[in-house]
């Protein structure tokens, strides 16, 4: 007969194990839910500053929709900066499990992604996730 502190230590074994087990599932998620969120980029040069920002979400299956809205701002020969534009732009991108990368279907972007470091790349540039959706 199996004493009492013997049954308490096979059932914490099994909670521990089963909670590890939840947590690595919950983690690893699925790629729509790795992906999907809002991410940021800035960056400048002599002749402009921009601001990026991304929204990816999913459409369906494996095919998502990127919603990239750019603040920019060009630099005169005095190295004033002009006035606030803006451009929107929508991609359609094709995610491909094997591979694990994101393809742009217009341009053939590749949009790659780092769970772990919350960046997604676009080309060379990246840009830090703020949010997940």
Request: aromatic share 10%; charged share 30%; proline share 2%.
């Amino acid at each position: 007969m199996e004493t009492f502190k013997n049954k308490f230590k096979s059932i914490g074994s099994f909670t521990l194990i089963v909670s590890a087990l939840l947590f690595f599932v919950r983690c690893a998620g699925s790629p729509d839910q790795q992906m999907a969120g809002i991410y940021v980029n800035s960056a400048g040069s002599e002749a402009s500053t921009a601001n990026d920002t991304l929204r990816v979400e999913l459409d369906h299956d494996q095919q998502y929709k990127i919603f990239r809205s750019t603040g920019f701002r060009l630099i005169d020969d005095d190295g004033k900066q002009g006035e606030l534009k803006h451009e929107t732009e929508i991609w359609t991108a094709s995610y491909d499990p094997a591979t694990q990368v994101m393809t742009e279907s217009r341009n053939g972007k590749v949009i790659t992604f780092d769970g772990h470091k919350e960046v997604m790349t676009v080309g060379k540039r990246k840009y830090k996730r703020i949010k997940n959706d």
